[in-house]
Nanobody, 121 residues
Framework: QVQLVESGGGLVQAGGSLRLSCAASGRTFSLYAMGWFRQAPGNEREFVAAINWNGATTYYADSAKGRFTISRDNAKNTAYLRMNSLKPEDTAVYLC??????????????WGQGTQVTVSS
């Protein structure tokens, strides 16, 4: 079982920066790719960024390219999302996710509870 806990959200002025953290606990050796999604009120959950197990490969939504950077520190079992040049439309609950392969043919996606990011004009 993998548990994910996000932190680092808050209120920031447009153009500012935040760094979100996602701390994983439990069966972390079975944890592979990790990523970030976001969901604003009335909106569907949308993909933001993802990173593979060793950090060598990253993926970004078009809205995040050039502004956001995903990274991970496996020694600390933590993934990060650095967000620069924030815009009001970035306002959302940001959720951390992880692909988990227990090793017996099982697969599931773990989710954190989310951290609120609010960007003022």
């Amino acid at each position: 079982q993998v548990q994910l806990v996000e932190s680092g959200g808050g209120l920031v002025q447009a153009g500012g920066s935040l760094r979100l953290s996602c701390a994983a606990s439990g069966r972390t050796f079975s944890l592979y790719a990790m990523g970030w999604f976001r969901q604003a009120p009335g909106n569907e959950r949308e993909f933001v960024a993802a990173i593979n197990w060793n950090g060598a490969t990253t993926y970004y939504a078009d809205s995040a390219k050039g502004r956001f950077t995903i990274s991970r520190d496996n020694a600390k079992n933590t993934a990060y999302l650095r967000m620069n040049s924030l815009k009001p439309e970035d306002t959302a609950v940001y959720l951390c996710t992880a692909e988990v392969f227990p090793g017996n043919g099982q697969y599931y996606t773990a989710w954190g509870q989310g951290t609120q990011v609010t960007v003022s004009s």
